[in-house]
């Protein structure tokens, strides 16, 4: 994986803050109408009253059109948050935006940024005591991961650090809506569940035949889906981190427990060679 270029205005940031080691990561994530935008906002605010981390950034992809740009709103509007839109293919962008004094970095949408830039711009801010906030759908229409903020979740946040959030299932059946726990999200085409080899992106709102809404495992459905999941699809991790899954994806579960400090150690020499 390579690192993103560093403009000039970071690499001075970075020499001249005096955060002495990593910074905090945290990812808010669910299907869609959970509340992540709401919780965002909230915690950004809660972020800045109580914690006195008043010098955030936050950003959202410009390719996300729906709701009002430059702003991270709520659903009851009641609280915004101005943001800056930069491009979903250029991440790293936010780094020209970056001062000593930036205490929080917040990226909302994140599944619309390209997922290893933003995973190698989280590493960055990371290692550069930066504390940053991941927001997004985990999961795309399919149930299968969309963007960075699972590779983030796994492999950069600690502790208390993640935020699942549900919604509750709107699959009506006889006029009675289900409510279980929801954390996928649904897509209809005409009414009709998508078919699995459908666009992974089409935003809420851009096409007036495609509805979503969010539902539990049970009620989730796609047209033709595969019985095993396509692997060809996935784009290349860093070799890395492939010859790392490889080997776990091999192992039993009775051997995944007997996995030993020298194992443990062994990856994370192999972590440690990740450009
Ligand atoms: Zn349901």
């Known amino acids: ?27 808010l994530f669910g299907p869609m109408r959970s509340g992540k935008s709401q919780r965002l906002a909230q915690y950004i605010s809660w972020l800045e009253q109580y914690a006195r981390e008043t010098n955030y950034l936050a950003f959202r992809p410009a390719e996300d ?15 915004t948050v101005p943001c800056y839109m930069i491009s979903g293919e250029e991440p790293e962008q936010a780094f020209e935006y970056v001062t000593p004094d930036t205490t929080f970095v917040v ?44 590779d983030i979740s796994h492999w950069l946040v600690e502790g208390d650090g993640r935020h699942h959030l549900l919604a509750r299932c709107d699959y009506q059946e006889n006029g009675e809506r289900c409510g279980r726990p929801a954390p996928r999200t649904q897509r209809l085409r005409n009414g009709e569940p998508e078919e ?44 890395e981190v492939e010859q790392i899954y490889g080997e776990l994806r091999n192992l039993s579960l009775p051997e995944l427990d007997t996995l030993g400090s020298e194992d443990l150690q062994r990856f994370q020499q192999t972590i440690a060679q990740i450009q």
């Open 196 to 239: 699995y080899h459908a666009e992974q992106m089409i935003v809420e709102g851009s096409q007036e035949n495609i509805a979503y809404y969010p539902v539990c495992s049970i009620h989730h459905h796609i047209n033709n889906a595969p019985r095993e999941p396509d692997l060809a699809r996935a784009p290349p991790w860093p070799d």
């Open 65 to 79: 059109t729906r709701d009002t740009a430059g702003y991270i709103a709520s659903n009851d509007e009641n609280t």
């Open 107 to 150: 990226f909302d949408e994140a599944e619309m940024f390209s997922r290893f830039k933003l995973f190698s711009v989280a590493a960055t801010l990371k290692a550069c005591g930066y504390h940053g906030i991941y927001s997004g759908l985990d999961l795309d229409y399919r149930g299968e991961q969309w963007g960075p903020i699972i």
């Open 1 to 27: 994986m390579r690192s993103p270029p560093l403009s000039s205005q970071f690499i001075d940031a970075i020499s001249n803050h005096t955060h002495m080691e990593p910074g905090r990561v945290e990812v």
